[in-house]
């Protein structure tokens, strides 16, 4: 639960007006991060320069909008905030500074502080800010809050304070135990975001979950752009060119990931042990953390996390790294703590995602682990049919989604039938499993039923005794080697007197034995084995929004939860 907004100005005329605007504006671009309360902090009436002791405090419980009336001036945060990045904007944007020098500070001695390297002059930009030119700075914890202000920003790293003073801003950073100012960087780079206003805005759709849903067409594209050459059938991704090598040469690899991103790395793990034949874990970070797993240094551990900012996947980053592995990041947000720490890592370009409950950020991330495992599998004679089968199929998933996303009627009429229920079983195997793991998470999420993915494998040894027709179930298979045990997974359920959904690829044409029942199938697209959970996952994304929806439930901002979980 986080988010801070923070505006200030220097030789600009603003209103009090404009100024609360763009406080409560901020701030409401920051609620999907999560909070269960917020406050503002702001200047006295009488407030004179010197004076540090005439602030003003409010605080609110729950919403935003509960605090907007009394928003005046100065800072809005919500509870537990904590910027990351600033934001400049200057009346002529050729003017504004490329980089901030870092000042080194220790925090045990009085001395002034010092630049990284001492013989650092300042630099043109430097000097820019130091002047009495107009300028504006805006602080936020996420990038999403700025960009319709500006979209030059400067990201911050642990321990960095910035110092904004009569206009001028400086950069400092602590100096704590182990710090060496001769390894440190000597500026912060000023960036520019890539990413536009509208998408923030949740334009003709009701929610932003249901937008996000219906982006996948697009944010599959984006994933794969620049990356997936389908002329000469090549996989690049950037951020691992150099590090394949040692990569190929390790004794296994790690993902560790929490919620939505481990469900994506059980989605692809099949397939990366397929292309790579190494040994491959899937581990929940809060118990990879709890059992101290035994790390080598000829391992590669993966971290995947929408934010960057998962506090037990970042804790589990820094465990390996202190074992001496090789580190890699899979992350939706350009300059986040895990794309900072990792030794390499691939940004999955998903684009801003609002809505609490993952839904674009999953399918991009199983598309850059499947990604993965077509690059390292690239100069294999043995594997290149199953690759150029897997290519093919790339170059048709955003047409195949799209026809999928056209069921979305059909899913809200067959939901009806589940609005008084209380639990619900989600079935499959295989390749199936991640999206009945990721299925029940999203209808535990959105609708605050009990939901529970099973692999179908384990039906006998426990959950066979739920069944009976009063239990909703929903069935997930696929057109590929696990068919045959999925039917009579099937016909098990059936014969308990279970009624499920069944879910399945257009060219599958399932009976059961039982002839006289008359189950609900949505058939969806095939595609080749790997890509189905892109396209499975998608029904059971719309089965949970319709159903939370239909009950009146916010789905944006589900009860009790946060997009960016940055506590343990």
Excluded at 288 to 306: A, G, K, M, N, Y
Excluded at 416 to 426: C, D, E, G, R, V
Excluded at 504 to 531: E, Y
Aim: proline residues 3%; charged residues 25%.
């Amino acid at each position: 639960m986080c988010g801070i907004f923070a505006y200030l100005n220097h030789n600009v005329e603003r209103d009090r007006k404009f100024i609360v605007d763009t406080l409560i504006k901020g701030l409401k671009r920051l609620e999907y991060r999560g909070y269960d309360s917020a406050g503002i902090a702001i200047d006295g009436d009488d407030k004179q320069a010197e004076d540090v002791n005439n602030i003003t405090i409010i605080r609110s419980r729950g919403k935003v909008q509960t605090l907007e009336d009394k928003a005046h001036q100065a800072m809005v945060a919500t509870r537990l905030g904590s910027p990351l990045l600033v934001g400049i904007r200057t009346d002529d944007a050729a003017d504004a500074p490329d980089a901030i020098p870092i000042l080194l500070s220790d925090p045990k001695k009085s001395k002034e502080p010092v630049t990284s390297d001492r013989f650092m002059r300042r630099t043109k930009s430097w000097e820019h800010l130091d002047t009495h030119e107009p300028v504006e700075y805006f602080l936020a914890s996420d990038a999403s809050a700025v960009v319709e202000h500006t979209r030059r920003v400067i990201f911050l790293e642990d321990n960095d304070v910035v110092n904004i003073s009569g206009g001028h801003l400086s950069l400092h950073h602590l100096k704590t135990a182990g710090t060496n100012p001769s390894n440190m960087a000597r500026s912060r780079n000023v960036q520019t975001l890539d990413m536009k206003i509208q998408q923030i805005m949740k334009g003709a759709f009701s929610h932003f979950m249901q937008k996000e849903i219906f982006e996948q067409p697009e944010s599959v594209v984006n994933t794969m752009r620049g990356r997936v050459r389908f002329e000469d059938k090549m996989v690049k991704l950037g951020g691992l060119v150099d590090h394949i090598g040692d990569i190929k040469r390790c004794r296994r690899l790690l993902f560790v990931a929490c919620g939505t991103s481990y469900n994506s790395a059980i989605a692809t793990r099949q397939f990366i042990e397929e292309m790579t034949e190494l040994p491959v874990i899937v581990d929940i970070a809060s118990d990879f953390l709890d059992r101290r797993c035994p790390i080598f240094r000829d391992d590669v551990c993966f971290f995947i996390s929408q934010s960057g900012e998962t506090a037990d996947t970042l804790k589990a980053l820094r465990y390996c790294k202190s074992k001496g592995a090789l580190t890699v990041g899979i992350t939706n947000t350009v300059g986040s703590s895990i794309s900072r720490e990792t030794s390499c890592g691939v940004h999955i370009n998903a684009g801003p995602e609002i809505g609490v409950a993952s839904t674009k950020a999953y399918t991009s991330q199983i598309l850059t682990l499947l990604m993965f495992g077509l690059m390292m599998a690239e100069d294999s004679k043995q594997k290149e049919s199953r690759r150029l089968a897997v290519l093919k199929d790339l170059s048709r998933l955003p047409e195949l989604i799209q026809k999928t996303l056209d069921l979305s009627e059909s899913i809200k009429e067959m939901v009806q039938k589940y609005m008084t229920s209380k639990n619900m079983l989600l079935l499959g195997r295989g390749y199936a499993f991640a999206n009945c793991l990721e299925g029940a998470l999203k209808i535990k999420e959105l609708t605050y039923m009990h939901a529970e993915g099973i692999l179908a494998g384990e039906l006998k040894h426990g959950p066979l005794a739920l069944i009976d027709n009063t239990m909703p179930v929903v069935m997930v298979i696929n057109d590929d080697d696990s068919v045959t045990k999925s039917h009579n997974a099937l016909e098990q359920v059936v014969a308990r007197g279970g009624l499920p959904l069944v879910i399945c690829p257009d060219t599958l044409d399932i009976k059961v034995q039982k002839g006289t029942v008359k189950l609900d199938f949505l058939h969806i697209p095939k595609t080749v084995d790997c890509l189905q959970s892109v396209i499975s996952v998608i029904p059971l994304q719309l089965l949970a929004y319709h159903l939370a929806t239909l009950k009146g439930h916010d789905v944006d901002c589900p009860r009790n939860l946060a997009k960016s979980v940055t506590v343990e």
